[in-house]
């Protein structure tokens, strides 16, 4: 017995990587996906991008800690720029402003044309017009799984309102007739 929950904990910990790694993307991408909307040139906060994530997406309620945590890798890893308390998208780096040289961009491997939509896009810009696309995708999903469970409720409540004209029918026919009803 003790063997088992022993491999059934280890079973738990493999997955909880794999989940962490599949939930940091999918942060990653909404995370894209706002900065890319709100376009805001100084960068934005991390309460826009909750905000306007919040909108979008149904969030775990520790989702701000979890952001900041994911803003902070990203920045970490030289995907997003902290500029001040906001964060925005790495872009070439201005001429007189301090930073890394960027390599030029003959140096970036090239998609082959099948999967490459946009001639000259380098693989990195590639990846983050997957995630912007992911995220958009994931969105849909969502707007769509909320109508279906909204046209299930408007089903519901006419099956019911049916049902109590049926019932007021009855009544009223039974009432038309002399009959006397009891409504309990």
């Not at 970490?76 to 390599?103: M, W």
């Not at 693989?123 to 958009?136: C, F, G, H, Q, S």
């Not at 909204?150 to 002399?178: H, I, N, P, W």
Request: include cysteine.
């Amino acid at each position: 017995m003790g063997n088992r929950a022993a491999l059934a904990a280890g079973a738990t910990n493999e997955r909880l990587p794999r989940q962490a790694e599949k939930q940091g993307r999918r942060y990653n991408a909404m995370i894209y996906d706002a900065l890319s909307t709100l376009k805001d040139p100084n960068g934005s906060s991390t309460s826009a991008i909750v905000c306007f994530i919040e909108k979008r997406h149904e969030v775990p309620p520790n989702f701000r800690r979890l952001l900041t945590a994911r803003l902070r890798r990203l920045v970490a890893q030289e995907k997003l720029e902290k500029v001040q308390n906001c964060y925005r998208l790495r872009r070439e780096v201005l001429s007189g402003t301090k930073g890394p040289i960027p390599k030029p961009k003959e140096n970036w491997p090239r998609l082959s044309s099948p999967f490459n939509s946009h001639l000259g896009e380098t693989l990195e810009e590639a990846a983050v017009a997957a995630a912007y696309k992911v995220a958009e995708a994931e969105n849909k999903s969502f707007v769509a799984a909320e109508a279906v469970k909204e046209a299930e409720r408007v089903s519901k409540m006419a099956e019911d309102t049916e049902a109590f004209l049926q019932l007021a029918k009855e009544v009223y026919e039974r009432c038309s007739r002399g009959e006397v009803v009891m409504v309990a």
